[in-house]
């Protein structure tokens, strides 16, 4: 199960998810699938944490959506948007 963070390219804000494909998750996400995020398109996904459980990656993602987690985040990632995480090679 992965956590990952996406980030506007638009408006430079960012979403924290948990998915068990977090590649299909952005794809969906720049779909437009998604009602939270669908006015601020494209996305780039920008963190990617993997957990051994769903209880685990569950934990991680209620923090980063905590004031300090936000806090965590944006330092992490000031500045303009780079490709930071990459899809694996297929």
């Given at each position: 199960?992965?956590v990952?963070v996406?980030k506007?390219?638009?408006?430079?804000?960012?979403?924290?998810g948990?998915?068990?494909?977090?590649?299909?998750?952005?794809?969906?996400?720049?779909?437009?699938?998604?009602?939270?995020?669908?006015g601020?398109?494209?996305?780039?996904?920008?963190?990617?944490?993997?957990?051994?459980?769903?209880?685990?990656?569950?934990a991680?993602?209620k923090?980063?959506?905590?004031?300090?987690?936000?806090q965590?985040l944006?330092?992490?990632?000031?500045?303009?948007?780079?490709?930071?995480?990459r899809?694996?090679?297929?």
């Amino acid at each position: 199960m992965y956590v990952y963070v996406l980030k506007s390219e638009n408006d430079g804000r960012m979403y924290v998810g948990m998915s068990a494909n977090a590649y299909k998750r952005l794809s969906e996400h720049n779909a437009g699938r998604t009602k939270s995020t669908k006015g601020y398109r494209p996305w780039k996904l920008i963190h990617l944490e993997e957990y051994p459980t769903r209880s685990k990656a569950r934990a991680r993602e209620k923090y980063l959506k905590t004031g300090y987690g936000k806090q965590w985040l944006k330092n992490k990632y000031k500045g303009p948007i780079a490709q930071l995480v990459r899809a694996p090679d297929s």
